[in-house]
């Protein structure tokens, strides 16, 4: 048992309960049109995941904890990140997850405005899988959508 409940066992935390694309897509963003455009993109394209939403790392943590009153995730998951967010940002978040042992192994990517090489490479020591500068992923998150897509399809997440 620590802070956050009892401790997974090793089973528990990597979960061999998910088949490919049988996943939930948390995109973690405090900007309404960019949460629009990619969840508009992810119908268009056909991402094979459920998504959920979360105005800023706190929300994301409830709800990555099954603590939120209205949000749950029942699959495996991949975090799409914003860094800059008031209230718990997206390095604030890794930083959360990290050290929580039932989280650690979570899929997280960023989709940032930044493209600065110290955001990137301090999201990279967080352990995040990749790194996307939003201006770059294509129009309406074209990119983003099938790369996610074929991420889900092809990965066993934890």
């Known amino acids: 048992m620590n802070e956050f409940g009892p401790i997974p066992s090793e089973c528990d935390v990597l979960g061999a309960r998910n088949g490919l694309g049988d996943c939930t ?19 268009k394209h056909q991402v094979p995941c459920s998504t959920v939403t979360a105005g800023d790392g706190g929300e994301a943590l409830q709800i990555l904890r099954g603590r939120h009153a209205s949000k749950r995730i029942d699959t495996p998951v991949i975090v799409l990140l914003d860094l800059n967010m008031p209230g718990m940002d997206g390095f604030q978040f890794l930083d959360a997850i990290r050290a929580d042992i039932a989280l650690r192994r979570t899929v997280v990517f960023v989709l940032s405005t930044s493209a600065r090489d110290q955001d990137r490479c301090r999201a990279y020591d967080g ?7 939003k201006s770059s992923v294509g129009p309406q998150f074209a990119r983003l959508a099938d790369f996610i897509g074929q991420y889900a399809r092809t990965q066993h997440l934890p």
């Open 25 to 43: 897509v948390l995109l973690v963003d405090d900007d309404d049109v960019a949460i629009e455009g990619v969840l508009r993109s992810f119908r």
């Open 127 to 133: 352990h995040v899988a990749g790194y996307m500068v």
